[in-house]
């Protein structure tokens, strides 16, 4: 069979990135161009500014992802975008530019699911790796546990009642004087922290698959309001890595439980947070105890980029799935 070559894109929040994808599981570029110094000015993502700058990048990141791969447009057989969820101006930049090429060379447009996405980042290093498996996905925007059932087919079992597992980071670590983005922060000082020096209480909510990390984040404000009037030493170390131990055990505790309630013998994560040391550590321990196969994809694939989005292109492309040029950029997509 003929070699199918995907041109992905990129840019629902803050980073500009294209990527090449032969056959759905082989990279031969993924480009980042990451705004992430722009934004540490505000302590987060302005969306503005966001908008504007993928705009001044989107073209040169898809010549390099183009060169690095070293094709040229009349070699692709489609373009996938993300299309959703997102910043609106954000995504419509993306949408514009894949329509653009889409329109000009007479190649079929796949507009893609930005969750489908990052959970397809598990396919590029796990070749064995097939539907039907449980999934935890965390990033700065979602927190979802679900069941893929088959490529690009999810049984949502829980989700997030308030903020999302990486907006929690992010809040705590701006709490603590870390700075954007917390994620990495947090997870880079909880090394020297204990773990087990504060106890932060842990959600109890109704539906078990459901998250809620919106608690946890106002005890650590109140941990370091009480310190600060008592006029108690706050060890920022051991906040982040008992905060951090907080989540990672739920995050864990619901993941696993999940996969052996429905009989799944391979657990995946997926998403910024996904490349947390800590949970990819408790994780993997959990999975073993329980003899469940575990997946995470490297770093660089677990926080945004094109690569995943081309992979989870391909199987919407294999389905037949063609999207036409009123493809709009949909900032609240559903799964
Ligand atoms: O998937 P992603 O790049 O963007 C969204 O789709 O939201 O996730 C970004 C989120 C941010 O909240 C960031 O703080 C978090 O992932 N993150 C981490 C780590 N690296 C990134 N959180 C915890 N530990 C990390 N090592
Ligand atoms: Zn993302």
Redesign the pocket.
């Known amino acids: 069979e003929k070699d199918v070559l995907i041109l992905a894109i990129e840019s ?2 803050d ?1 500009t990135a294209a990527s090449v994808v032969k056959n759905g599981r082989t990279i031969l570029s993924n480009v980042i161009s990451s705004q992430i110094a722009l934004h540490t000015l505000y302590g987060g993502v302005v969306p503005e500014i966001a908008s504007r700058k993928h705009i001044e990048k989107i073209n040169q990141v898809v010549e390099e992802a183009l060169a690095e791969a070293n094709v040229t447009l009349d070699d692709l057989d489609a373009i996938g975008v993300t299309y959703g969820p997102g910043l609106v101006g954000a995504l419509l930049v993306g949408v514009a530019e894949a329509k653009a090429i889409s329109y000009a060379k007479k190649l079929p447009l796949v507009g893609v699911h ?1 969750i489908e996405g ?1 959970v397809s980042a598990n396919y590029i290093e796990h070749p064995d790796l097939e539907p039907p498996f449980m999934c935890l996905i965390v ?4 927190t979802h546990l679900v069941i893929v059932k088959d490529y690009g087919e999810f049984e949502i079992l829980g989700r997030t009642r308030d903020d ?1 597992a ?2 929690a ?2 809040k705590v670590a701006r709490a603590i004087g870390l700075g954007y ?4 922060k ?2 880079k000082v909880s090394k020297e922290g204990n773990p087990d020096a504060i106890v932060f209480p842990k959600a109890k909510l109704e539906d078990p698959y459901d998250f809620s990390f919106s608690g946890v984040k106002s005890a650590v404000l109140n941990h370091i309001n009480r310190c600060k009037m008592q006029g108690e030493e706050i060890c920022e170390a051991d906040i982040a890595a008992s905060f951090q131990k907080a989540v990672v055990d739920t995050l864990v505790e619901k993941a696993v439980k999940a996969a052996k309630e429905h009989h799944m013998d391979k657990l995946a994560i997926a ?3 996904a ?3 800590a ?1 990819r550590q408790a994780m993997k321990e959990a999975c073993e105890r329980e003899h469940i196969q575990f997946y995470y994809p490297s ?1 660089i694939f ?3 980029n094109a690569a995943m989005i081309g992979v989870a292109a391909y199987y919407e492309y294999k389905k037949g799935v063609r999207h036409g040029w009123d493809l709009n950029a949909v900032p609240n997509l559903k799964l």
């Not at 983005?181 to 990495?184: E, L, V, Y």
């Open positions: 629902s929040c980073e930005h990052h990033s700065g925007g979602h999302a990486g907006e980071f992010d983005p917390g994620g990495p947090i997870d998403g910024g947070v490349s947390n040391s949970l770093p677990c926080t945004d």
